[in-house]
């Protein structure tokens, strides 16, 4: 079992930057891929970037590409999301997600609020 808690979210101004960290309790966390989704008010969840167990392969949306950087630390138990260039429409509620399976992943935190001013 794997438990999830996000934070580092907050308001900042369109061209700012914010970096989310996922803290992981459970052992197994290494094993696992973890990637970061997005729900924008009215709109549904959506990917934004994973990465495999031992931070290798990272993959990213469009729309995130050159902006955003996903980091994984085992030894810390943690995940990380750089964001930069934040603009208005990354606003959203940022879920971190471990242990991917196909196109579902069984462990989710309980969000953390990015909200984005112009």
């Known amino acids: 079992q794997v438990q999830l808690v996000e934070s580092g979210g907050g308001l900042v101004q369109a061209g700012g930057s914010l970096r989310l960290s996922c803290a992981a309790s459970?052992?197994?966390?290494?094993?696992?891929?973890m990637g970061w989704f997005r729900q924008a008010p009215g709109k549904e969840r959506e990917f934004v970037a994973a990465?495999?167990?031992?931070?290798?392969?990272?993959d990213y949306a469009d729309s995130v590409k050159g902006r955003f950087t996903i980091s994984r630390d085992n030894a810390k138990n943690r995940g990380y999301l750089q964001m930069n260039n934040l603009k208005p429409e990354d606003t959203a509620v940022y879920y971190c997600t471990a242990d991917r399976r196909g196109s579902s992943w069984s462990y989710w935190g309980q969000g953390t609020q990015v909200t984005v001013s112009s």
């Open positions: 990465v495999n167990w031992n931070g290798g392969n990272p």
């Open positions: 459970g052992r197994t966390f290494s094993s696992y891929a």
